[in-house]
């Protein structure tokens, strides 16, 4: 390709922080600004390297689609969180992931959907017997420990495979090795966080690996299981090390996402009683224990979780890295270049969304449509080739853990409460979230 365009403007700042503080206090502000006064392709430093920053669908657009072949994940992606998550699908490019995900797809076919969806439901409805009516319930951390109990039933096998105890373990490590990609001291260090995650991926590693032979002898349903499994119709399988690989990525890729997914849907259900009421009816409608075709059939509820997704996208920023040179919007972007493809912007611009800060799920519903204004406008499960596998999975985990807590609880939430978010690696409350919980 011959490359005739300019350099995108760069934003001097601090060196090796740059924007790194400005995007911790406040990612959509910092989005907001750059885009404002550098248009939709520019540079800034960014945890201690120089990032083109993508702003608005149409730049986003350009890397996701990846036309050339310039974009490609794992470069990018590895230097937020390489060492801990190296070699998961999201990590892979080009020849090798399209391999690497056709057999993942397997896995993820509507009837492995259906069993999981079916062991969901007990492992829900158990995670709630321990939620105790409170008028200052801290909604985060519960679901945290929710979504991190299916993980390991649904995920692992649970019990069958190990002991609390052990499960405890992991479920720990793994925490230490999400929580290092904003880590600015990036070097294995005693006491610092990247460190620590360097110890934790030996020990998820080791966990895996252990465990695996048995899984390969004697499968069960869960997702470890049918990664030992599962074959392509070419006969083509996973090692045993792409298993730990992508177990370990695929824990990753669910928990947090999924968690502050729920966690943003309670807190406007907790400040919007008359669509808490409506997802409660839609909610009691359900047989006990409901299946993938029952959750597919929820309306108010699909809504909420769509105008949630908008507002907080559990995965702000895609990271990308250039394999060569390429244009975007008439901008050069030399190859080695790390970029941030920062779809965050795009769910509050005011361009493409009516009052983008009202919390308005109708806007999704078919008389409406806001997010067809155009094709990146609403992109959480991001675009293109690494488009997440598990959206369907997390839709039908997101809508279980909804409908069990509608059929047991009410709740309300202070109509001006906003929650103070952690921006660290993906966003979370960092005041846990209080709720008035009550028992139904
Ligand atoms: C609400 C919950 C979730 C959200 C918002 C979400 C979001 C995303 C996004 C934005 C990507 C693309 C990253 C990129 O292009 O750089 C992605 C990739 C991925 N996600 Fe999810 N995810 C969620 C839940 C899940 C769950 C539950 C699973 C597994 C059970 C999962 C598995 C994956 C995998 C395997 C990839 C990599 C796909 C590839 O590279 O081919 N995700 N996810």
Same mark, same amino acid.
């Not at 990609?181 to 006491?191: D, K």
């Given at each position: 390709m011959t490359v005739a365009a300019d350099a995108p403007p760069r934003r001097r700042g601090l060196p090796y922080v740059g924007r790194t503080l400005a995007y911790i206090r406040d990612p959509l502000a910092m989005m907001r600004d750059q885009h404002d006064r550098f248009g939709q392709v520019s540079e800034i430093d960014f945890i201690g390297k120089r990032w083109t920053v993508l702003l608005g669908p149409d730049a986003c657009d350009v890397a996701l689609r990846n036309g050339d072949k310039a974009f490609a994940s794992g470069e990018g992606w590895g230097y937020l969180v390489g060492p801990f998550f190296d070699r998961g699908l999201m990590l892979l490019d080009f020849d090798e992931h399209h391999r690497h995900r056709r057999i993942m797809q397997s896995a993820f076919t509507r009837e492995h959907l259906e069993r999981y969806t079916t062991a969901l439901q007990p492992a829900v409805a158990e995670g709630l017997d321990t939620w105790q009516p409170n008028d +200052?319930?801290?909604a985060y951390p519960a679901l945290k420990e929710l979504t991190l109990d299916l993980a390991t039933t649904v995920f692992m096998g649970g019990a069958d495979l190990t002991t609390p105890d052990e499960l405890h373990r992991v479920n720990r490590a793994f925490i230490d090795c999400v929580q290092s990609?904003?880590?600015?001291? +990036?070097?294995?260090?005693? =006491?610092t966080r990247w460190g620590r995650a360097l110890r934790s991926r030996a020990t998820l590693e080791e966990f895996f690996s252990r465990h695996l032979p048995a899984k390969r002898a004697n499968p069960g349903t869960d997702l470890f299981s049918v990664l030992c499994q599962v074959t392509t119709e070419d006969g083509e399988r996973f090692s045993d090390e792409d298993i730990v690989n992508h177990m370990i990525f695929l824990l990753m890729a669910a928990h947090d996402t999924s968690t502050i997914t729920v966690s943003t849907m309670m807190q406007h259900l907790g400040q919007n009683p008359e669509w808490q009421q409506r997802c409660r009816d839609e909610a009691m409608s359900l047989p006990e224990h409901p299946s993938m075709a029952d959750l597919d059939g929820l309306t108010a509820i699909d809504l909420v979780l769509k105008e949630s997704l908008r507002l907080v996208p559990p995965v702000p920023v895609l990271a990308r890295k250039t394999v060569k040179d390429t244009e975007v919007l008439g901008h050069h972007i030399p190859a080695d270049r790390l970029v941030a493809v920062m779809v965050h912007l795009s769910h509050h611009m005011e361009e493409l969304w009516?009052?983008?800060?009202?919390?308005?799920?109708? +806007?999704?519903?078919e008389h409406r449509?806001?997010?067809?204004?155009?094709?990146?406008?609403?992109?959480p499960f991001g =675009? =293109?080739?690494?488009?997440?596998? =598990?959206m369907f999975f997390a839709g039908a985990e997101v809508k279980t853990v909804m409908v069990h807590l509608l059929r047991r609880f009410t709740w309300t939430v202070d109509p001006d409460y906003r929650p103070p978010m952690n921006y660290h690696s993906l966003p979370f409350p960092k005041d846990g979230q209080p709720i008035s919980l009550s028992a139904l």
């Open positions: +200052r319930f801290l990609a904003t880590a600015l001291v +990036r070097v294995n260090l005693p =006491g009516p009052e983008p800060e009202r919390f308005d799920p109708e +806007r999704f519903a449509r806001e997010d067809k204004v155009h094709r990146h406008a609403w992109e =675009g =293109g080739v690494h488009k997440c596998l =598990g």
